[in-house]
């Protein structure tokens, strides 16, 4: 694999920039999943479209989850990533179906929109693995708009280097687009390797609990085989199943297990103040009142026999820290 080239790269892997680079015709895959047909429409990567849909569906299930943990560190912030990459979902629905046709001429502003939520959605995890260290105080508008607007730098500068590249002005070619690989492929890792080393250090340094490095881990395997599956085994896999499906669909699905690992990691690390929770929480500390219960023999309360619970018992600490 030479770098700043697709060819490889495209070859193997039916990416959606692939259509818009190497020539005119575009890079086409040695075997990719074969399509259907639905309504007189040819739907491509049926499979893979549908690990989309499932991704959205449980990408909406963990952000309500977020959102209920209306005292948790870093909340806001990380449900920011989860909003980008239900975008992302989105967005690839359309392109990897052909839905919008890659002869279209809004085919290259969609992907050059989704290459730049790419990025900016990697910047997000990125500066959510500073949060837990408190440069800024999660929740306010410093730590919000910083995120914010390093998100949206993040995402102008992707998608200007993908337009340019797709339509071949400020200096950049589909035929050379080392730019692009650059944004497409080597940010993401530098940001998951950042965050995951951030990561290890907060749960090292200020936690006595090490069960969160296990989703670190987990979450790094799945990101890993993400990638090995799609660049160096798609076409084995393909050939193997007869074209029925193709590395993008693992590629996918392990993306997928890999966001829900980074949710079920900070979903660990965070407690949540049941003080100021609200919602269906609210009747397990709920505490009986003890005339309904009877007088036992030591003129103790009890329920049904067993004795009455203490107003404070297995109350938390107000505490809102990791």
């Given at each position: ?100 046709p890659t002869a279209s001429d809004v085919y290259p502003w969609f992907t050059a929109v989704y290459t730049g939520l790419v990025a ?105 085989v993400a990638q090995v599956v799609l660049f160096a085994f798609s076409v084995s896999i393909c050939d193997a199943v007869k074209h ?79």
């Open positions: 694999m030479q770098f700043g080239s697709f060819d490889d790269i495209c070859r193997t892997a039916a990416l959606v920039v692939c259509p818009l680079l190497g020539t005119d015709q575009g890079i086409e895959p040695t075997c990719y999943s074969r399509n259907v047909e639905i309504a007189n429409n040819l739907i491509f990567q049926p499979s893979t479209c549908f690990v989309h849909i499932v991704a959205l569906i449980m990408t909406v299930i963990m952000i309500i989850h977020i959102r209920g943990k209306y005292t948790a560190v870093g909340r806001k912030e990380i449900v920011m990533f989860f909003y980008m990459y239900f975008v992302i979902e989105l967005l690839a629905i359309f392109l990897d179906s052909g839905i919008i900016a959605t990697y910047c997000c995890i990125l500066i959510n693995g500073f949060v837990g260290f408190q440069f800024a105080e999660d929740g306010t508008p410093l730590s919000l708009w910083l995120l914010r607007l390093s998100c949206l730098a993040v995402f102008g500068a992707s998608f200007f280097v993908a337009i340019g590249t797709f339509k071949g002005f400020a200096g950049l070619s589909f035929t050379k687009p080392i730019a692009l690989y650059i944004v497409y492929l080597i940010w993401p890792a530098i940001c998951v390797v950042v965050y995951v080393v951030l990561q290890l250090v907060l749960v090292i340094r200020t936690l006595d609990d090490r069960w969160p490095i296990g989703d670190i881990v987990f979450g790094v395997a799945f990101f890993a029925y499906i193709d590395g993008l669909f693992f590629f996918t699905v392990c993306m997928l297990l890999a966001v829900m690992m980074v949710y079920k990691y900070w979903d660990s690390i965070t407690k949540e103040d049941l003080e100021f929770s609200v919602g269906s929480k609210a009747a397990v500390w709920e505490v009986k009142d003890p005339l309904l219960g009877a007088m036992d023999e030591d003129d103790n309360f009890s329920y049904h026999g067993a004795p009455a619970p203490s107003l404070y018992h297995n109350y938390p600490p107000n505490n809102n820290h990791y």
